[in-house]
């Protein structure tokens, strides 16, 4: 999708959230591609998430009788400079050996860069999903016990409430790719806006098991979220 439809579509979604046409983000992006485009449009070709909140913005400035320039503030910003901790977080994971029944592959940072990769294959404009993907094991090298808790906690501040909210449900994730999850907890992910994003996350953490298969380096993948980060603006 050209950037000039990405941004069409993405003020359309923001303008359906904003007015409450619809309540779900995930929904609002496949009828605005759909009503502006007249096509479904692949997952991974719709607006992230940031720039639909960019958007609501602009939507907003223009309800409002403001200027509505879309670039006059963008929303969710977070620190720039994570790459040093990202990757001081990432690199123990080479030692953290797994069990082999469930993660064939080896070690948490192999399985963690093929999450990435998988993730980026479905969702390549989607800074906050990816950065999860990534990061959702972090924690393995600091508490193996709560690996999650530790990774909040590592993370505070450094990435944004969205991220934070996949990493910290990245478990239920697979249980409720499995099926194992209670009615009440399911019904809880289900009215969350990310939970299309959750479901996609924990299926590339199952699929990412795999043996010899190619993955992106360390800092092959701080640079594509890096370069991801400029395009937003952050």
């Known amino acids: ?131 999860a993907a990534l990061l959702h094991d972090v924690g393995k090298a600091i508490d193996p016990r709560d690996h999650v808790a530790a990774a909040l906690e590592a993370l505070d501040g450094a990435i944004t409430p969205r991220t934070a909210w996949l990493i910290e449900h990245h478990v239920l994730g697979l249980g409720l790719r499995e099926g194992t999850l209670g009615v009440r907890l399911r019904h809880r992910l289900e009215a969350s806006e990310n939970f299309e994003e959750l479901k996609l996350l924990a299926d590339c953490d199952r699929r990412g098991r795999a043996v010899g298969v190619p993955v992106p380096d360390v800092p092959a993948a701080l640079d594509y979220l890096r370069n991801l980060a400029l395009e937003n603006g952050d």
């Open 1 to 131: 999708m050209a950037y000039d439809q990405r941004r069409r579509v993405a003020y359309e979604a923001a303008r359906l959230l904003y007015q409450r046409e619809e309540k779900n983000r995930y929904r609002a992006k496949r009828r605005a591609a759909e009503r502006l485009l007249g096509e479904a449009v692949q997952p991974r070709d719709l607006p992230t998430d940031r720039e639909i909140r960019t958007q609501i913005e602009a939507v907003r400035q223009v309800s409002e009788g403001d200027s509505p320039l879309v670039s006059a503030k963008k929303l969710g910003q977070f620190p720039k400079d994570r790459s040093r901790l990202f990757e001081t977080l990432l690199l123990p994971l080479e030692s953290v050996r797994e069990n082999r029944n469930l993660h064939p592959e080896g070690d948490a940072l192999y399985h963690s860069l093929q999450v990435f990769a998988l993730a980026r294959d479905a969702l390549p404009y989607d800074e906050e999903f990816l950065t």
